[in-house]
């Protein structure tokens, strides 16, 4: 069974850009969450979405946004990019968002310059 | 709001010793508590879970993870530490409720050494 996907691995882009990351969550699971992860303020989660609502949203400005298809995949955006946005970008998936441990793609580096 | 603390930046032990990797919570309801680890250039791998039940929960890689109601603790452990084991260590709570799930809030990691 193939695990969570994500691409691309890794993304260069510059100060005002915008990027859009994908993630294939695992064969059957319907929820998806993502984070972004630095080394000065670790896993912070940024959205979940279940059946293409989003559940929950993290503390992050508007610029960053999500979606979710009727097929389970995901896309998160971030617009008007800045050098903090600079961070590995994880995207997790699950059955459902309860109980049932996330299983992690192995991320988008996403470096801003 | 929920919380997680793990108190040790980082843990060394020697290979073929116990490791102890500290994992304290703080939730308004019952936690859900999870571990995962994460290995260079990698996303995170699910180790073990507590739901309910059985405090002690047995999980990957001969890992396990004691729940601590009273010290609102969910310490991982492993009797046997492995050069292999050296890797960063995530500990995890989220809270289910009828009105919705908190979403999974992460400590800050443990980066864990183990020296042959």
């Known amino acids: 069974k193939a695990g969570v996907t994500q691409t691309p691995r890794y993304l260069i882009k510059t100060r005002g850009q915008q990027v859009t990351l994908s993630c294939s969550p695992i064969?059957?699971?319907?929820?998806v969450s993502w984070y972004q992860q630095t080394p000065g303020q670790g896993l912070q989660f940024l959205f979940e979405?279940?059946?293409?609502?989003?559940?929950n949203k993290g503390n992050f400005p508007g610029r960053f946004s999500g979606r979710q298809f009727s097929n389970s995949r995901s896309e998160m955006n971030v617009s008007t990019l800045e050098l903090g946005d600079s961070a590995l970008y994880l995207c997790?998936?699950?059955?459902?968002?309860?109980?049932?441990?996330?299983?992690f793609g192995d991320g988008t580096r996403l470096s801003i310059l | 709001a929920q919380s997680v603390a793990q108190p040790e930046d980082q843990v060394n032990v020697a290979e073929g010793n116990p490791l102890t990797v500290k994992c304290t919570y703080s939730?308004?309801?019952?936690?859900?508590l999870f571990w995962y680890v994460q290995y260079p250039n990698r996303g995170l791998q699910f180790l073990l879970k507590?739901?309910?039940?059985?405090?002690l929960v047995k999980g990957s890689y001969g890992f396990e993870a004691e729940f601590n109601k009273s010290q609102t603790s969910f310490h991982l452990k492993k009797p046997s530490a492995l050069v292999s084991d050296s890797a960063l260590y995530f500990c995890?709570?989220?809270?289910?409720?009828?009105?919705?799930?908190?979403?999974?809030?992460f400590g800050k990691g443990t980066r864990l050494s183990v020296i042959a």
């Open positions: 997790a998936s699950s059955f459902n968002p309860s109980n049932q441990p996330q299983h």
């Open positions: 064969s059957g699971h319907r929820s």
């Open positions: 979405y279940f059946s293409e609502t989003q559940r």
């Open positions: 939730v308004s309801g019952n936690p859900y």
């Open positions: 507590y739901i309910t039940g059985d405090n």
């Open positions: 995890a709570v989220r809270v289910v409720r009828n009105s919705g799930n908190t979403p999974l809030v």
